[in-house]
């Protein structure tokens, strides 16, 4: 492709830009709108799935004695229990020991558990941390046979809900993207649409002189794909400022919360909205092309 065209596309897109200004307005801040609305949902769902990850690698498996154990039973136990190939390690926490850290955890309500006076009602019992939450449930199901053990606990219904939101919000997120791509396309085309229209002699002539098909395409094209770029590079800025913002006041309130570092996250979102944004302008443009331009 010689200079000359290249820098004859790129005069035609500027001037097309400049010519219908206000439908370049709607059509950037629409894809920029789309795309941060979009960039929005997906740290969100990113977040969500951390959030679950550190969820499910702490859940431990809750293991409660039988009053009428033994310290020989108690030992058996602990042993089988550490030899299972998924467990990782075993805490055995006794009822003196479960009862203070229950008082601690009542704080200032603790004063209710004085009503026990000497006696005890916790029971011995092991936290067991297994090596992958993928086999939790069959750890807990695996340890519960083992003689002597009255009960089995585990948290795992908390992270299972938090994945079913996760699910629930990706699938909305989907279906709001279909809706803002669509209204994003539809703007960018019927931007492209009145370039076409207003310039339907001078391409009628360029067609009769022998003007390629793609010679005449390729400036409404390029034009979609500034609109895109543009747009889409001003929903990515907008979007590391809020999520910086973010980012900052949930530390300032709770330090310890897990979410996905900043960088290279927010480099990888910056890129797939530029990418998102220029994929919308082609899709935009050959839209346009397609139905109102005979070429």
């Given at each position: 492709?010689k200079?000359?065209?290249?820098?004859?596309?790129?005069?035609?897109?500027i001037?097309?830009?400049?010519r219908?200004?206000?439908?370049?307005?709607?059509?950037?801040?629409?894809?920029?709108v789309?795309?941060?609305?979009?960039?929005?949902?997906?740290?969100?769902?990113?977040?969500?799935?951390?959030?679950?990850?550190?969820?499910?690698?702490?859940?431990?498996?809750?293991?409660?004695?039988?009053?009428?154990?033994n310290?020989d039973?108690?030992?058996d136990?602990?042993r089988l229990?550490?030899?299972?190939?998924s467990v990782?390690s075993?805490?055995y926490?006794?009822r003196?020991?479960?009862?203070?850290?229950?008082r601690e955890?009542?704080?200032?309500?603790?004063?209710?558990?004085?009503?026990l006076?000497?006696s005890?009602?916790?029971?011995n019992?092991?936290?067991?941390?297994?090596?992958?939450?993928?086999?939790v449930?069959k750890?807990a199901?695996?340890?519960k046979?083992l003689y002597?053990?009255?009960?089995?606990k585990?948290g795992?219904?908390?992270?299972?809900?938090?994945?079913?939101?996760?699910?629930?919000?990706?699938?909305?997120?989907?279906f709001l993207?279909?809706?803002?791509?669509?209204a994003?396309?539809f703007?960018?085309?019927?931007?492209i649409?009145?370039?076409?229209f207003?310039?339907?002699?001078?391409i009628?002539?360029?067609?009769y002189?022998g003007?390629t098909?793609?010679f005449i395409?390729?400036p409404?094209?390029?034009e979609?794909?500034?609109?895109?770029?543009?747009?889409?590079?001003?929903s990515?800025?907008a979007?590391?400022?809020?999520?910086?913002?973010?980012?900052?006041?949930?530390?300032?309130?709770l330090?310890?919360?897990p979410?996905?570092?900043?960088?290279?996250?927010?480099?990888?979102v910056?890129v797939?909205?530029?990418?998102?944004?220029?994929?919308?302008?082609?899709?935009?443009?050959?839209v346009?092309?397609?139905?109102?331009?005979?070429?």
């Amino acid at each position: 492709m010689k200079i000359q065209t290249i820098q004859y596309y790129f005069r035609e897109v500027i001037y097309s830009m400049f010519r219908n200004r206000w439908m370049t307005f709607a059509s950037i801040g629409t894809v920029a709108v789309s795309l941060f609305i979009l960039g929005v949902f997906l740290i969100l769902v990113m977040n969500i799935n951390k959030m679950a990850s550190s969820l499910e690698s702490q859940v431990q498996i809750s293991v409660y004695v039988s009053d009428t154990t033994n310290e020989d039973g108690r030992k058996d136990i602990e042993r089988l229990t550490r030899a299972m190939k998924s467990v990782e390690s075993v805490e055995y926490v006794p009822r003196e020991k479960a009862l203070k850290i229950l008082r601690e955890r009542l704080g200032d309500n603790a004063g209710i558990l004085d009503a026990l006076g000497d006696s005890n009602p916790l029971p011995n019992s092991f936290q067991v941390t297994v090596k992958n939450p993928d086999y939790v449930k069959k750890t807990a199901n695996a340890i519960k046979a083992l003689y002597g053990v009255e009960e089995v606990k585990y948290g795992q219904d908390v992270a299972a809900n938090l994945f079913e939101l996760t699910h629930l919000m990706r699938l909305f997120g989907l279906f709001l993207m279909a809706l803002l791509i669509g209204a994003t396309v539809f703007i960018i085309s019927n931007t492209i649409r009145l370039t076409v229209f207003a310039r339907r002699k001078e391409i009628a002539i360029m067609k009769y002189v022998g003007a390629t098909d793609w010679f005449i395409r390729w400036p409404f094209v390029l034009e979609g794909i500034a609109l895109g770029i543009i747009g889409g590079s001003l929903s990515a800025l907008a979007l590391r400022s809020f999520y910086s913002a973010m980012v900052a006041k949930i530390y300032d309130s709770l330090a310890f919360f897990p979410m996905v570092e900043q960088y290279p996250f927010m480099n990888y979102v910056t890129v797939a909205l530029c990418v998102g944004g220029v994929l919308i302008g082609i899709l935009g443009s050959t839209v346009s092309l397609k139905r109102f331009m005979e070429v």
